[in-house]
């Protein structure tokens, strides 16, 4: 057994993946969490874990750095998708486009099933706590730092039909997307905003008028709730005895939020570099990197050509397979490394710790 106590900082999907990867190579490790339990920024809401950006699945990608799947798991293969001034549209692909999981406390949710394999380990989880300082190796893993968006929904109950549809409407969800996601009998409907936070009661309102007249949604025993998300690209997230990941390192979808696989790669980078005494910096900026500045390219086009690229990228889902239209559109090019200097000047997120 080797000796090495590695204390982390936030019992978040980075924090607690960095500890089952080390605890499974032998380290002690700690967990601090300020809150009462994992998963308090959330409230059982359902969320997308995304499976186009790379060729291999995120499950199979779980499984080779040892996660389990304990938790309410569920592919999605096919969804509607609404634009501006054209018909609503159908998606499919032959593979999963997401996994459909429950975020939170509750049983069955991400947050619970990396807590229990956690405990399972011998990870000691210590809640209400926190440090700050660094006396041997952390991990922090505590959480986005501002709002570049923010989410606002409802979680209810449902006798509607297991679906799934995202909307593209500035009316709705001003330079983001509002989705619907409904699975066995509960159901979770919210608006991401990146623009004009001060009208989001508004936006929320039109939200719910849409699904309920597009869709026709049963909608019982609603739960308000709401988030934000946080994007950032730093020079270097190692700072003597401190390594940052997930959110706390600004490793977040630029263009639509979607940051679960980043959270977990970064957590397992972290602790294998602990491991083999490799450089942190160098693991992230080769892994990740290239996928958080073509995500801001992303966020620059998709603010800049607004109506007409929602109903561009609503139709590029639809003729074709949208895992392969999106691996493309979230990977590196060579035309978006030449728009990369001007999403540079619009958006000033580059920084150091």
């Known amino acids: 057994m080797i000796e090495n106590h590695i204390n982390i900082v936030g019992a978040g999907p980075a924090g607690l993946t960095a500890a089952i990867v080390l605890a499974k190579h032998g380290y002690k490790t700690k967990v601090y969490e ?18 186009w950006s790379e060729d291999k699945d995120i499950i199979m990608l779980l499984k080779e750095i040892g996660i389990d799947v304990n938790f309410l798991c569920v592919p999605y ?78 979680i209810f109950d449902t006798g509607t039909e297991n679906l799934a549809v995202v909307l593209f409407n500035d009316e709705i969800a001003p330079k983001g997307y509002a989705y619907l996601l ?37 909608i019982k025993n609603e739960k308000r709730f709401g988030g934000c998300g946080n994007f950032f690209i730093r020079d270097t997230n190692a700072d003597d005895k401190k ?61 800049k050509f607004g109506d007409l690229g929602y109903r561009y990228i609503a139709k590029k889902f639809a003729e074709g397979d949208p895992c392969n239209f999106l691996k493309r559109n979230y990977n590196p090019s060579f035309l978006k490394s030449l728009l990369l200097p001007i999403a540079k000047r619009r958006y000033k997120i580059y920084g150091n710790i």
């Open 182 to 218: 409904i699975n066995n009998g509960f159901g979770t409907m919210a608006t991401v905003i990146y623009k004009d936070y001060k009208n989001t009661t508004k936006y929320f309102k039109n939200m719910i008028n849409f699904f309920q007249n597009n869709k026709n949604i049963d």
């Open 77 to 154: 293969y096919e969804g509607d998708i609404y634009a501006p001034k054209i018909a609503p549209l159908k998606i499919k692909s032959k593979r999963p486009i997401f996994y459909l999981v429950k975020r939170g406390s509750t049983n069955g949710s991400f947050d619970k099933g990396l807590k229990e394999q956690a405990l399972s380990m011998g990870i000691e989880l210590i809640f209400n706590s926190r440090i700050n300082s660094a006396e041997e190796k952390t991990i922090f893993g505590t959480g986005s730092k501002r709002a570049d968006f923010i989410a606002t929904g409802i």
């Open 34 to 51: 300020i809150s009462s339990d994992v998963g308090h920024r959330m409230n059982g809401d359902f969320q997308g874990l995304e499976n």
């Open 243 to 303: 390594i940052y990941v997930g959110e706390s390192a600004g490793f977040q979808d630029y263009l639509w939020g979607f940051g679960l696989r980043y959270a977990i790669v970064s957590g397992y980078l972290a602790a294998m570099s602990i491991i083999k005494g490799s450089d942190y910096d160098s693991l992230w900026k080769k892994e990740i990197k290239p996928m958080l500045e073509t995500s801001l390219v992303n966020r620059y086009l998709i603010e």
